[in-house]
């Protein structure tokens, strides 16, 4: 919903979401909560020439932060700066300058999977704790891209000092005074440098970086929700930096999941499900969450990279053999208007598992159960919806078997895109679902977090309380 423009507004703060690809960022009134001055930038290229490296230039994540900031202040002045981020994420810098000894190396990176003198470093971690050490002190099974196994990999394959200074994407925007700046735990676990029990930077995870990179890492204490990180050098003086958090549990925030009366089911290029104080047994991630409570999560649920191959087959089908120049009808189309009814007639048996790593993952996934005048598409597009919400049923019933928590939050892309989801995934689960906000989520987390920041609120749960899912944008004076 849009508003007239009107008078400047006070109490002001600056939003980012500075992903890898994308970045999006906004003012926001911490009276009225409403937004203004939304931008999206598109992702920054990346400048790794390495097979399997996948690194963005440090500078041009400080550039684009400052033309944000500066483009922001030109509009309306603010009073702080929150930040969320990609919580696997690094870069290493020099223990006295704080100069860049690496460019920022992003979850996609996957060097940890290479193999330096016959071991690489995802197995030599693994050989040292153990899938299940790892998991009781990280809260997450290792995995590739985890920015303990690319340090690691990084203190093998480089020349790096004896110490060095590790920071995420938000430290590195924030370091100033310091070059390790306070990191929010919420960052830290994402590093698999945090144990997620003690509630502190792990010393069993950094003597494995010690024993086997040979290298002393060095990171930003644990911060609070309202930890000032760094300084903006604006036009009128410094403004704060808040410590900055990680997207997912802010996007958890934004679609309204402060407490563990509602779940979150975020449905993007990947997928995750959590709950917010929920089971802490081992089939599901701890991830520390905000106002000191945890979320317990299933992630790598088959989601946009699953449809992308279901869907984009049958638009494939649908253009193969046609004139050039004809353009075939739109199959994302025709899946925003498969119902309920279309899912509970389908025959057909779809595994969405086509990715090494998925949940569920067996090899692969398939089509089955075709019989004769079934596989048609609207059955098949039917078959692929309901196989995609019904893995969320049963991800819900794991996460509160007792089916105690009867309100869920539909968040991300996917969800916007196909509004009708809401409709399915209730059908499927038997829980009450409330669909995506129009905004994206970590914007409103953003917001739930500046009104702690800012000493309006006293947590972060009453920040998200305060306007819930409301998502007011100003209109910009022509």
């Not at 994308?22 to 920054?44: C, E, N, Q």
């Not at 735990?185 to 930077?201: E, K, N, R």
């Not at 309380?465 to 022509?478: D, H, I, S, T």
Request: net charge negative; glycine share 12%; charged share 20%.
């Amino acid at each position: 919903m849009h508003l007239p423009a009107a008078a400047p507004m006070s109490a002001t703060f600056l939003a980012v979401d500075f992903g890898t690809t994308s970045t999006k960022s906004a003012l926001v009134d911490l009276t009225t909560g409403i937004f203004s001055h939304l931008r999206r930038h598109p992702a920054l290229p990346m400048v790794a020439a390495v097979p399997g490296h996948h690194e963005v230039d440090l500078e041009a994540i400080r550039t684009r932060f400052e033309r944000i900031c500066r483009d922001a202040w030109a509009v309306e002045p603010f009073e702080g700066i929150v930040l969320c981020s990609e919580m696997h994420g690094l870069a290493i810098l020099h223990p006295d300058t704080g100069a860049p000894l690496t460019q920022y190396v992003s979850w996609l990176d996957a060097r940890a999977l290479q193999s330096v003198d016959g071991v690489s470093s995802v197995d030599a971690v693994r050989d040292r704790l153990g899938d299940d050490r790892f998991r009781q002190l990280t809260g997450m099974r290792p995995r590739p891209g985890f920015p303990l196994l690319n340090l690691i990999h990084c203190a093998r394959t480089l020349e790096l000092p004896d110490e060095v200074v590790v920071v995420s994407l938000p430290g590195w925007l924030a370091n100033g005074d310091s070059n390790a700046p306070p990191e929010h735990p919420t960052i830290l676990a994402g590093m698999a440098l945090f144990d997620v029990v003690a509630g502190s930077c792990s010393a069993e995870l950094l003597d494995v970086v010690r024993d086997i990179g040979g290298i002393t890492a060095r990171i930003g204490s644990p911060a609070t929700d309202a930890t000032v990180a760094g300084t903006w050098n604006g036009p009128e003086g410094g403004v704060p930096i808040y410590a900055g958090v990680g997207d997912h549990q802010c996007s958890v925030l934004g679609a309204g999941v402060a407490g563990p009366q509602v779940a979150s089911v975020n449905l993007g290029t990947g997928s995750q499900v959590g709950l917010v104080d929920g089971p802490l047994h081992e089939t599901v991630e701890h991830r520390p969450f905000f106002d000191g409570r945890h979320l317990s999560a299933v992630t790598h649920i088959p989601s946009g990279r699953a449809l992308n191959e279901f869907v984009g087959f049958l638009q494939q089908a649908a253009a193969f053999g046609r004139p050039a120049g004809d353009v075939p009808p739109d199959m994302w189309q025709a899946l925003a208007r498969i119902t309920p009814d279309d899912v509970a007639a389908s025959r057909l048996d779809v595994d969405l598992a086509v990715f090494d790593g998925a949940r569920g993952w067996s090899g692969g996934g398939h089509i089955g159960g075709i019989i004769e005048g079934g596989l048609t598409p609207r059955h098949y597009l039917a078959a692929v919806l309901g196989a995609f919400s019904r893995q969320y049923g049963q991800v819900l019933d794991q996460l509160d078997p007792e089916r105690s928590v009867h309100h869920v939050a539909l968040s991300g892309g996917i969800s916007r895109n196909l509004p009708h989801l809401a409709d399915i995934v209730a059908a499927a689960s038997g829980r009450q679902v409330q669909g995506a906000v129009e905004l994206d989520e970590s914007l409103l987390g953003l917001r739930a977090l500046a009104l702690h920041c800012a000493g309006v609120t006293d947590t972060v749960a009453m920040g998200q309380a305060r306007f819930g899912r409301n998502c007011l944008v100003q209109e910009e004076l022509p």
